[in-house]
């Protein structure tokens, strides 16, 4: 027999390593988690955010026998909480409850980031979105989203908006709607959603974008109208509801949007395992109702496609922010 040569046994002692390399990933994955696993919320407990990190904490405890932990780290525009996961092991025991503000609108309103979204970190899921609704006050003359156009048209400069803060993707979601549609809408922010809503109730702002919890009961009693959905395509929550993409902006889509990312690195196995509990923890009865008196539509789906809506969500965010000149530093 002839002797091997130095370079194909070269290669078959690097496949061979490989081989075993992978399969010690997959049992690792198999015996995943070992120990609490951390859920970091950049946000104060009673969020949005919050909400869906122990929903799915919940589920994941009962499916994987092990506890799952929040730890909100707030402030700074959700930076400490971003960089502290950033910088963890790699090993699937610390996990990132992100939104879009965190992953595709931080990255242009400031200067220096402590983390990069796409170098930085390995989408596992998108968890759900929050459609936003466009809701007027009883003073705006207008009861249907083209009328609004109309008088805003007609009266330039006369209607404000609220936001829950400069920056925010209720802020953005009006200046991507004032762009397209070349609308002069005067800005005034607040310091979240529990401060312009009852500005919009008690007719300082004309407007405002807002999750459907926020608002449904002041609709049902005439307090507000409800025009738009910032979604792509109409919500499940108010189907009888136009999404504003259908009413004259093409591809116009704002909603808030929540998934969960491990570290950059963490094997790939145990990413796949967490998604697919996560597509299960979706499926749950009571994760589901409980999504809905949030007002967020479950989702789930691929890493890769998380990973795809976030560099998207980047390019278009980078626009908008640019063109309403938001800087938070």
Known sequence: MKRLSLSFRRALSCLTLGCLA???SHARAQDYPQKPVRLVVP????GLPDTIARTLAQRFADDFGQQFVIDNRAGGGGLPG???VARSPADGYTLLVGDVSQMSINPFIYKVLPYDPVRDFSPISLVGLSPLFLVLHPSVPANTFQELVAYARAHPGQLNY???GSGSVHHLAVEAMKYALGLDLVHIPFKGT???VPALLGGQVSMLYSALPAI?????TGKVKLVAASTITRSPQAPDIPAVAELGIADYDYPAEIGLLAPIGTPAPIIARLNAEIVRALKHPEARARFANLGIDPVGGTPEAYGERIRSGMEKYSRVVRIAGVRAD
């Open 22 to 24: 992978l399969s010690a």
């Open 194 to 196: 529990g401060q312009s």
């Open 82 to 84: 971003c960089e502290f």
């Open 43 to 46: 946000y104060a407990a009673g």
């Open 162 to 164: 609220g936001s829950s």
């Open 216 to 220: 449904a009961p002041h609709v049902k």
